[in-house]
C-alpha cells in the first residue's frame, strides 16, 4: 500500500506529526530528507507512489539516543544498516505502521554525506555539493 491510498496517507501524516513532536521535544535537529522531501517540495504531499517516510538529522549526536528515544515513544525498531559515525541508518515501523527511515549525515570539512542503500551489504554515498554546506547556516 503507498500514500496513493487515503488510510496510508492518514498514518503517513499521523506519523509526521508525531515525529516533529517528539524530535522537537527531545531536543533532536532534524528534517525531511529523500523522497519525502521532493514530495514535500514538488507535490506539497507525499509522493502517491510513495510508502515510507524518510528523515535525516546529524550524526554527530549518539545514535543510540535517538533510537531509544523513538522506541520509548511508540516506534518499532525494525533493522539498522551501516555503523555510526559512517553511512548509517535505521528504519522503524511508526505506531501507526509506516515504514520510516532516520539517515544519519555525516559534516566533513567541505561536503555532507549520507548513505542510500540497494541492500543490507550495499551502501552508496551521497555526498552534497560544497555550495549546499557552505551555505546552509
Do not use: C
Request: hydrophobic share 40%.
Amino acid at each position: 500500500m503507498n500514500f496513493s491510498d487515503p488510510a496510508k496517507h492518514e498514518a503517513g501524516v499521523k506519523t509526521l506529526r508525531l515525529l516533529q513532536q517528539l524530535l522537537w521535544n527531545g531536543a533532536f535537529t532534524f528534517w525531511l530528507s529523500h523522497g519525502t522531501l521532493l514530495g514535500a517540495v514538488r507535490n506539497q504531499d507525499f509522493i502517491p507512489h510513495d510508502d515510507d517516510i524518510d528523515i535525516g538529522m546529524w550524526a554527530a549526536r549518539s545514535d543510540d539516543d535517538i533510537r531509544h528515544w523513538l522506541e520509548q515513544h511508540g516506534f518499532r525498531f525494525h533493522v539498522e544498516f551501516g555503523k555510526a559515525g559512517d553511512l548509517h541508518q535505521y528504519a522503524f515501523w511508526s505506531p501507526f505502521d509506516v515504514y520510516t527511515d532516520l539517515f544519519f549525515y555525516i559534516a566533513g570539512k567541505k561536503k555532507v554525506w549520507t548513505a542510500i542503500w540497494e541492500d543490507k551489504d550495499h551502501p552508496h554515498k551521497q555526498v552534497f555539493p560544497d555550495y549546499w554546506w557552505v551555505h546552509r547556516y
